[in-house]
């Protein structure tokens, strides 16, 4: 359980994690935010945002670590977060910013994939 619980707190963080990095330009396309927007407001914004990340995944850092009982490695918690950031930002790009998914993204999941098969399959 602790993995499941893991992966689900990464997921949830990397959701505020985007929506902190990249959320306030979807504000800015739609108009709530404009080029006179103070960038300390919207540094501060992102900050707000951010918190709630850290509070999702450092738990789940410490649920998942090995060291701490849990079932990854710190290489395979690092890979397990990479690839759920990349997974979150694509699915946010595409219907935040309808960003269409060309072949190279597929790719690119493709290596992500063989990433994770070179971290879990060998010991």
């Known amino acids: ?11 949830a963080s990397n959701i505020f994690m985007t929506l902190a990095w990249y959320g306030h330009l979807k504000l800015q396309q739609t108009g709530f935010f404009t080029n006179a927007t103070p960038l ?11 918190f709630f990340e850290y509070c999702l995944q450092v738990p789940a850092n410490r649920i998942g ?6 079932p990854f490695t710190l290489m395979q918690l690092k890979v397990i977060q990479e690839v759920i950031t990349l ?21 690119a999941f493709l290596l992500l994939i063989g990433a994770v098969y070179f971290v879990f399959g060998f010991k």
């Open 1 to 11: 359980m602790n993995g499941l619980y893991t992966i689900l707190l990464l997921l």
């Open 40 to 50: 300390i407001f919207v540094i501060l914004l992102s900050w707000g945002i951010a």
């Open 87 to 107: 997974v979150v930002f694509v699915v946010f790009s595409a219907i935040a910013f309808q960003m269409p998914l060309r072949w190279n993204h597929c790719v």
């Open 65 to 70: 670590f090995a060291g701490n009982g849990g």
